[in-house]
């Protein structure tokens, strides 16, 4: 007879729903906590995800979940003390368990992509929009069984060097003529209307103007500067299963224009929201940026 260890109790169930109560042989309630964790997951999965806010309830929810499942094991241990080791109580369950908590996740994106993915921005080329520093949350499911749309901010593993994740706005679809005259864009002939709105910051003595661009059905705005240095560029036409894309920053990016196109299977998911900024310049948050939602 060994004695029980609540707090062993509790971190397993915490970890795992319904590991703790394997722990104190409660198979019952171990084995209820398994479709109830797994409800939660797909609900918070499917109707909790479009703002930081849902988002934020979802992590919440699942906080409360593991909690209350961890002070019942905590207590249930503590009642019971003294424990005599069942099959259920055998190292190698915990063993097969931290395989499914740990192992199957990896082998689950195999199958269907994961659905929160948090990417840092490194680089201006997505400014206005995305300023360095942006820390954000992509929507893995974006893109499975669905149809990339002009004009969505993606997260795509870079065509000539696959460990690099670049962001960029998707230009062009599969079978687009792609053009640029004097900064602005063209797709298969059609000018895509750009509005000056105001002066940008001077980068490199480049004087740099905003514009409000209207790409397909979006509106977004873009960065251009006033005295191009890449004015134009193509026509190209993108091959079929491909796309084009070029960063907001249109003359401080390296985008579609400098190595060609990124194939479907490339494509990771859709930006969706800020979830936290820090301005390394100032050294301080950016507040104003907290759960912005992603144009």
């Known amino acids: 007879m060994k004695q029980r260890k609540p707090w062993l109790a509790a971190l397993l169930s915490f970890l795992c729903p319904g590991l703790g109560q394997l722990y104190n042989g409660n198979m019952k309630l171990a084995l209820s906590a398994l479709p109830v964790g797994a409800l939660l997951t797909l609900f918070t999965s499917f109707y909790l995800f479009d703002t930081l806010n849902k988002l934020l309830t979802a992590l919440a929810l699942g906080f409360v979940f593991d909690t209350i499942y961890a002070v019942q094991a905590y207590r249930e241990a503590k009642r019971l003390g003294s424990i005599e080791r069942g099959r259920y109580q055998s190292w190698w369950v915990y063993i097969a368990f931290a395989v499914v908590l740990y192992g199957l996740p990896d082998a689950y994106g195999l199958l269907l992509p994961e659905r929160f993915l948090s990417f840092q921005i490194?680089?201006?080329?997505m400014v206005p929009n995305l300023l360095i520093g942006d820390r954000l949350v992509a929507d893995g499911w974006a893109y499975w069984k669905k149809?990339?749309?002009?004009?969505?901010?993606?997260?795509?593993?870079?065509?000539?060097?696959?460990?690099?994740?670049?962001?960029?706005?998707?230009?062009?679809?599969p079978g687009d003529k792609v053009e640029l005259k004097e900064g602005v864009l063209f797709?298969?002939?059609?000018?895509?209307?750009?509005?000056?709105?105001?002066a940008g910051e001077k980068r490199d003595g480049f004087e740099m103007v905003k514009y409000e661009e209207l790409l397909g059905e979006k509106r977004h705005v873009l960065q251009r500067a006033e005295y191009s240095p890449f004015p134009s560029f193509g026509p190209t036409t993108v091959p079929s299963g491909e796309y084009f894309m070029m960063g907001d920053n249109r003359d401080r990016s390296s985008d579609g224009r400098a190595w060609g196109f990124v194939r479907r299977d490339q494509l990771l998911g859709r930006m969706t929201f800020v979830y936290f900024s820090w301005d390394s310049a100032k050294g301080w948050l950016r507040n104003d940026r907290f759960g912005l939602k992603v144009n």
């Open 187 to 198: 797709i298969n002939d059609k000018e895509m209307p750009q509005t000056k709105l105001g």
């Open 122 to 125: 490194p680089s201006e080329s």
């Open 147 to 173: 149809e990339p749309v002009r004009g969505d901010v993606v997260v795509f593993k870079f065509p000539r060097d696959e460990s690099i994740v670049y962001v960029k706005r998707l230009v062009g679809l």
